[in-house]
């Protein structure tokens, strides 16, 4: 019984949990850099904007707070496709929608408390919108954007781009006015 007990709490002291606070440096956080990318590779989260957390799932993003994700494919996914897909138009597109919404986002005060984050990773774990904790699976989703902010319904369009800027969809989710 001894001997039970013993392992029991070198298990118990064994594990810890492990989380990683983002530190201050831009309003871009990219988990990995997307092809293509329009953000450099040294793009790190706001502070509170993300924390890698132990979890089941590899190849995670989690979130809370406000937020814009733009959804991007892994390096494995691209390069699956040929180029007769369109894959590098469209990825080319949404790289200027991405780098134009960024740009109005940092030069208006009125979007200082969103955190703009570009995803290539699979699963999506949103901690504090309205039905959350909410965990995505973005399998079939090559590009798309998340918003969500806390006590909110999270709003998604997947598989849609285009090369202007997402501040009309923005605005409209987070009640901002022109």
């Known amino acids: 019984m001894t001997r039970w007990l013993s392992i029991l709490i070198m298990i118990v002291y064994s594990c810890k949990s492990s989380t990683t606070k983002a530190t201050k440096d831009t309003k871009i956080f990219?988990?990995?850099?997307?092809?293509?990318?329009?953000?450099?590779?040294?793009?790190?989260?706001?502070?509170?904007?993300?924390?890698?957390?132990?979890?089941?799932?590899?190849d995670t993003t989690v979130l809370s707070g406000s937020f814009i994700l733009f959804l991007r494919p892994d390096s494995t996914r691209f390069e699956s496709y040929d180029e007769a897909s369109g894959i590098y138009d469209s990825d080319s597109d949404f790289g200027v929608a991405?780098?134009?919404?960024?740009?109005?986002?940092?030069?208006?005060?009125?979007?200082?408390?969103?955190?703009?984050?570009?995803?290539?990773?699979?699963?999506?774990?949103?901690?504090?919108?309205?039905?959350?904790?909410?965990?995505?699976?973005?399998?079939?989703?090559?590009?798309?954007?998340?918003?969500?902010?806390?006590?909110?319904?999270?709003?998604?369009?997947?598989?849609?781009?285009?090369?202007g800027d997402y501040l009309q969809d923005v605005n409209e989710y987070f009640d901002l006015k022109k």
């Open 98 to 163: 991405i780098e134009n919404t960024e740009d109005s986002i940092l030069k208006n005060k009125k979007y200082k408390d969103i955190k703009l984050v570009v995803s290539t990773n699979r699963f999506i774990i949103i901690k504090d919108c309205k039905t959350c904790p909410l965990t995505i699976d973005r399998d079939t989703v090559d590009y798309g954007i998340i918003l969500s902010s806390k006590n909110k319904q999270i709003k998604t369009t997947y598989n849609e781009v285009h090369s």
């Open 30 to 58: 990219s988990d990995t850099t997307p092809n293509k990318s329009v953000l450099s590779s040294d793009s790190k989260p706001n502070a509170g904007s993300a924390r890698i957390l132990k979890t089941h799932l590899h």
